[in-house]
């Protein structure tokens, strides 16, 4: 930072107050994570300054030995972790890797089946408002209504009754297991394709704490930033059968020039992963999201499907008669971030909704463990049942504080 605090401090004091920002608040982001240090070097490298268009050994452009070492330790940590016969690590983000994986398995006009947004799915998987809903044709399916569960047999119905091209299954806001073996079955039966989006729960696959997608799917897409615990940017997985197509669907049909200083830390991140303190990292994240998730149950609050299996959990807020935006809105008065999230069948708007998404993997990171999360899931409560009392906020706020100043940001100061 010495540099740019004198070269552009304007910058520099937005980086400063951020860093500020993420060290004294209580972020449960599902989506969000801490880097360590040694993914932040990466980043911050020379490597950001090399074009590179292509793959290692047949690039576009000359002086890319180096790069082309990085590239390839990214993908051979990725087969190796997650156990797959090929690699993409180029995705500039999740979404350039679900387009990809379309544009090898799909042609415009083509049904899909994907998950609900606001069941848990994703923008990218058939939202209206994303390319993915407009260059194809959306085929929903859910939870059931009443154990907020996936309906396997109703997407076996609705499969049978389509036969869409493909299926994909994955989610961002879904706290259960996903049967892979068993989409994988719904798929052969209606002759469809197999994509698995699996970027929230990567690490816990990486570390054996899910079942793997790798073994069922055609198509694995994923990002590297969510439990994962790596740079922001996207990587894909699949058979043999796809790679040469996979690689032409990234660059050049979805991308250009690849990001090299973010497929360096790519590679750093999957060293990481095969790390055994990564797997005792992501039981502590299984373990933080059960304890809050059942202190937020003892508090009276309701979690959607009655708790977790992974990650993240949600929570309807219509018992207390507030939307999601107010609690996102007093929570983060109260130095607690985390987001407005639809729960399955919202009457709600998705600017409104009527849950909120909490999740672990950042505040793991920082060591938060039992003691933390069942005093985190009390501020919670004293937040949402006291929306609009300023008094209360300021009160969480200051303890916040004090709990977060033990608890330095990774990548900060390790
Ligand atoms: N936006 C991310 C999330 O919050 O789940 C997914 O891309």
């Known amino acids: ?33 801490h880097a360590s240090r040694a993914v932040l070097e990466a980043m911050a490298s020379v490597l950001t300054d090399k074009y590179a268009e292509g793959y290692p050994q047949h690039r576009y452009y000359g002086g890319c030995s180096e790069v082309d070492v990085a590239e390839e330790l990214a993908r051979e940590r990725a ?42 799915g994703h923008l990218t998987h058939g939202s209206l408002v994303s390319f993915s809903g407009k260059l194809y044709r959306f085929i929903p399916y859910g939870v059931d209504r009443e154990t907020e569960l996936l309906d396997y047999d109703e997407v076996e119905r609705i499969a049978r009754e389509h036969r869409p091209k493909l299926i994909l299954a994955g989610a961002s ?14 798929a052969d039966l209606v002759g469809a394709r197999l994509l698995v989006d699996m970027a929230h729960i990567a690490g816990l696959v990486a570390a054996g704490m899910h079942p793997s997608p790798v073994p069922h799917a055609d198509i694995v897409s994923s990002t590297t930033h969510k439990t994962l615990r790596g740079p922001r940017g996207g990587f894909l997985l699949s058979t043999a059968e796809f790679a040469s197509r996979l690689d032409d669907a990234v660059c050049p049909e979805a991308q250009g020039g690849p990001l090299m200083h973010i497929i360096a830390a790519k590679a750093v991140c999957f060293g990481e992963a095969m790390k055994p303190e ?4 992501q039981q502590a994240v299984l373990d933080n999201a059960r304890l809050l998730a059942s202190e937020l149950q003892r ?25 999601g935006k107010a609690a996102e809105e007093a929570l983060e008065a109260a130095g607690i971030v985390a987001n407005r999230n639809a729960i399955p069948f919202d009457p709600r708007p998705p600017r409104v909704t009527s849950g909120i998404r909490f999740g672990t993997p950042a505040v793991t990171s920082r060591g938060f463990g039992p003691d933390e999360m069942t005093r985190i899931a009390q501020l919670i409560i004293k937040v949402v049942t006291n929306i609009g009392d300023d008094k209360t906020y300021k009160e969480v706020r ?5 709990l977060c100043s033990r608890f330095p940001v990774p990548g900060l100061s390790d």
Not at 176 to 183: L, Q
Not at 398 to 402: A, G, I, K, R, S
Request: charged share 20%; aromatic share 8%; no cysteine.
């Open 173 to 186: 806001a879904y706290s259960r297991v996903i049967d892979f073996e068993r989409f994988r079955h719904i």
């Open 398 to 402: 200051q303890e916040v504080e004090d």
């Open 79 to 120: 087969k190796r972790l997650f156990h797959a016969e090929y690699a993409n690590v180029q995705p500039h983000s999740g979404t350039q890797a679900n387009m990809a994986a379309y544009f090898v398995l799909l042609q415009p006009g083509s049904g899909f089946m994907a998950m609900k947004l606001d069941h848990g």
């Open 1 to 33: 930072m010495g540099v740019l605090e004198h070269s552009d401090p304007e910058l520099w004091q937005v980086i400063s107050r951020e860093q500020r920002r993420q060290q004294d608040t209580i972020g449960l982001i599902a989506a969000e994570n």
């Open 299 to 323: 508090g009276g609050l309701r979690v959607v499907s009655g708790g977790t299996d992974n990650h993240l959990l949600l929570v309807d807020l219509r018992d207390l008669g507030i939307t």
């Open 278 to 281: 990564f797997v005792s990292y």
